[in-house]
């Protein structure tokens, strides 16, 4: 079956390290989406793609980085310059055609220790 | 440009009792819509989804929606509460922004069911 397939579901980082989240789909979407979420405050959109070798900022871009250079994949690096990175990580993916809605992985709850 | 309200971030209800969760929407071009369902350290899940024609919208699990254009509103309703319905619920309205599918999420409703 086609789907999002995120890894790993649980991420511990220590201070000063950067961490990459992966993000895979085979689901052929041209887009593919990151968002964080903390209690009570609802989906933020990190960083998003459109198309290979192209992704713009979204609302929180500041200390994480990504790359696409495949279609199917779209990982996310936390920085050492996110002072606050504990929270769980969504990665999505779409059509270009707003009728279909997104398509969400299961996650990565990442920790600070 | 596109927005979603969710009213009441806490909604509990009794098992059995009927599920209304509010959202309203407000949108410049016609609005596609959504309800995602999203359970504890999991990724949301799409309930159900208007684009056009029927305005009530069956989805999963027994929930359903209605589109009502002159209210600007999508709320989801469900007859009978089960405690497996015990989740957050994201409403959702799409649009475009710098030619990209853009989904804009309500801050969700989180639903408790008790017994």
């Known amino acids: 079956d086609g789907g999002i397939t995120q890894s790993p579901k649980y991420l511990f980082r220590k201070e000063g390290q950067n961490v990459t989240l992966s993000c895979e789909q085979n689901l052929n979407h041209d887009a593919m989406y990151w968002y964080r979420q903390d209690p009570g405050q609802g989906l933020r959109l990190i960083y998003y793609s459109q198309i290979v070798n192209d992704f713009q900022k979204g609302d929180i871009a500041e200390g994480y980085s990504v790359s696409r250079e495949k279609k199917e994949s779209f990982p996310l690096t936390v920085t050492s310059a996110q002072k606050n990175p504990t929270a769980f990580y969504l990665c999505a993916s779409s059509t270009t055609d707003r009728v279909d809605g997104y398509t969400f992985g299961s996650g990565t709850r990442l920790t600070v220790v | 440009a596109q927005s979603v309200t969710q009213l009441g971030s806490h909604v509990s209800v009794s098992e059995g009792a009927l599920v209304l969760l509010r959202c309203n929407y407000s949108s410049s071009v016609p609005p596609y819509l959504f309800w995602y369902v999203q359970y504890p350290n999991q990724g949301l899940q799409l309930l159900l989804k208007y684009t056009t024609g029927a305005t009530l919208v069956k989805g999963i699990n027994g929930f359903e929606a209605e589109f009502k254009k002159s209210e600007t509103s999508f709320h989801l309703t469900k007859p009978s509460a089960h405690m497996s319905d015990a989740a957050e619920y994201f409403c959702?309205?799409?649009?475009?922004?710098?030619?990209?599918?853009?989904?804009?999420f309500g801050a969700g409703t989180r639903l408790a069911v008790h017994p």
């Open positions: 959702a309205v799409s649009g475009f922004s710098g030619g990209y599918n853009k989904l804009i």
